[in-house]
T-cell receptor, first 113, second 113 residues
Framework: AQSVTQPDIHITVSEGASLELRCNYS??????LFWYVQSPGQGLQLLLK??????LVQGIKGFEAEFKRSQSSFNLRKPSVHWSDAAEYFC???????????FGKGTTLSVSS | DAGVIQSPRHEVTEMGQEVTLRCKPI?????LFWYRQTMMRGLELLIY????????DSGMPEDRFSAKMPNASFSTLKIQPSEPRDSAVYFC???????????FGQGTRLTVV
């Protein structure tokens, strides 16, 4: 079955500290992987995506993610978190067209000062 | 472009009433998606259209839910009759065939009392 697992429901990180959000997927075909961010009361904004090529993907707002096929993972990282990064983060897997995305349950990030 | 526009932003209705949610996708986009977001189930894909034709409606929970896309610039999601368990945030997203990113609207928060 196709699924996305985000093991951490809620993470708190100090401002300036590094961040890693975990994502594991199960997908029958070649996975196309995405990370979205959702601020309160807002829609989802794409942070980055992986389709092929370099397994380390750079996104907006200083985020990056690494695709590890052997571990079926696509973890999101940021070297130094800012208070404005507090939001909910969703990992998703989809097909070639980027359609029919399957989302994880999300990880809520809190940033402490 | 103003992005994906959803209306209303908030809807409160009584159980048994008909509810219609509206979505205007980004001009030129070929795909339109309806998602439902709840605390318990996260983001679920309900249905998606390609060139105004429903492609996959397997996520539609019950016959009480129906979606239409009469033209390329408008889609509706209807719930009739509504029930309290339908309370959720409903998102619409659109995707262009040459894009790899789905753009989300800000969502409609539905409360059924």
């Amino acid at each position: 079955a196709q699924s996305v697992t985000q093991p951490d429901i809620h993470i708190t990180v100090s401002e300036g500290a590094s961040l890693e959000l975990r994502c594991n997927y199960s997908y029958g075909a070649t996975p196309y992987l995405f990370w979205y961010v959702q601020s309160p009361g807002q829609g989802l904004q794409l942070l980055l995506k992986y389709f092929s090529g370099d397994t380390l993907v750079q996104g907006i707002k200083g985020f990056e993610a690494e695709f590890k096929r052997s571990q079926s993972s696509f973890n999101l990282r940021k070297p130094s978190v800012h208070w404005s990064d507090a939001a909910e983060y969703f990992c998703a897997v989809g097909n070639q067209a980027g359609t029919a995305l399957i989302f994880g349950k999300g990880t809520t990030l809190s940033v402490s000062s | 472009d103003a992005g994906v526009i959803q209306s209303p932003r908030h809807e409160v209705t009584e159980m048994g009433q008909e509810v219609t949610l509206r979505c205007k996708p980004i001009s030129g986009h070929d795909y339109l998606f309806w998602y439902r977001q709840t605390m318990m189930r996260g983001l679920e894909l309900l249905i998606y259209f390609n060139n105004n034709v429903p492609i996959d409606d397997s996520g539609m929970p019950e016959d009480r839910f129906s979606a239409k896309m009469p033209n390329a610039s408008f889609s509706t999601l209807k719930i009739q009759p509504s029930e309290p368990r339908d309370s959720a945030v409903y998102f619409c997203a659109s995707l262009g065939v040459r894009n790899t990113e789905a753009f989300f609207g800000q969502g409609t928060r539905l409360t059924v009392v």
